[in-house]
């Protein structure tokens, strides 16, 4: 499957912004991982970055609520993963970052 879909109906995440109301609050927090990161490491990370956000779902203990407030923890989580594969990374292989 090449798309996340989190509740039946939502489309997919690369037409979408987080704030959009009709979708699940985990797949908001996944868009908004997926879309900050992109800007700063570019549009073609956007594949890797929902597969790292994903894999860090899945490693997860306890899987939050639908509704809780606690699926910033997926993304902390997914983004420690990416700063160790960026930091073991030659630097000809890193990306170029826009900030």
């Known amino acids: ?4 879909r989190m509740r039946k109906g939502d489309p997919p995440y690369s ?4 704030s959009e109301g ?4 985990p797949y908001r927090e996944m ?4 879309n900050t990161v992109s800007q700063m490491i570019g549009p073609e990370s956007r594949v890797l970055l929902r597969e790292i ?4 779902l899945a490693w997860m203990d306890c899987m939050p609520e639908p509704s809780s407030s606690d699926w910033h923890l997926v993304t ?3 983004l ?5 594969q960026l930091m073991a990374m ?5 990306p170029s970052v826009g900030i």
């Open 31 to 34: 868009l908004s991982f997926i």
């Open 22 to 25: 009709r979708t699940s609050l």
């Open 15 to 18: 037409s979408l912004t987080p």
């Open 80 to 84: 420690r993963r990416l700063a160790i």
């Open 1 to 4: 499957m090449s798309e996340l």
């Open 53 to 56: 956000w994903l894999d860090e």
């Open 76 to 78: 902390l989580a997914a």
């Open 90 to 94: 030659d630097e000809s292989q890193m």
